[in-house]
């Protein structure tokens, strides 16, 4: 089972960057996913999250400037960023919580972590 991030990159403030994140490996029978980030010297933090039935969740610091979105497969959670500000750069790592089932019915449960993608606002 792999989370592949991609999308980070260097933007000025009040731009847009989409992150991107996709599970693979197994075919799950519930994804939730989510984004956390981490700036330098501070704490992993919540960003937004996404269940399998669709419920969101986003932190104070970004509601209204940023979208979580699902894919049509459920497999791929996006991050939409927009009006960035310098206090939104850290790396950024996609999580999921994920269900599958095995030949046999037997399940699996697996929450991971994708690798970090970093995202720069400069001011």
């Known amino acids: 089972v792999q989370l592949q991030a991609s999308g980070g990159g260097l933007v000025q403030a009040g731009g847009s960057l989409r992150l991107s994140c996709v599970a693979s490996?197994?075919?799950?029978?519930?994804?939730?996913m989510g984004w956390y980030r981490q700036a330098l010297g501070k704490e992993r933090e919540l960003v937004a999250t996404?269940?399998?039935?669709?419920?969101?969740n986003y932190s104070n610091s970004v509601k209204g400037r940023f979208t979580i979105l699902s894919g049509n497969d459920k497999n791929t959670v996006y991050l939409q960023m927009n009006d960035l500000k310098p206090e939104d750069t850290a790396v950024y790592y996609c999580?999921?919580?994920?269900?599958?089932?095995?030949?046999?019915?037997?399940?699996?449960?697996?929450?991971?972590w994708g690798q970090g993608t970093q995202v720069t606002v400069s001011s």
């Open positions: 996404i269940t399998d039935r669709g419920n969101i």
């Open positions: 490996g197994r075919k799950f029978s519930r994804i939730d």
């Open positions: 999580n999921a919580d994920l269900l599958w089932y095995d030949d046999f019915g037997t399940p699996t449960a697996l929450k991971t």
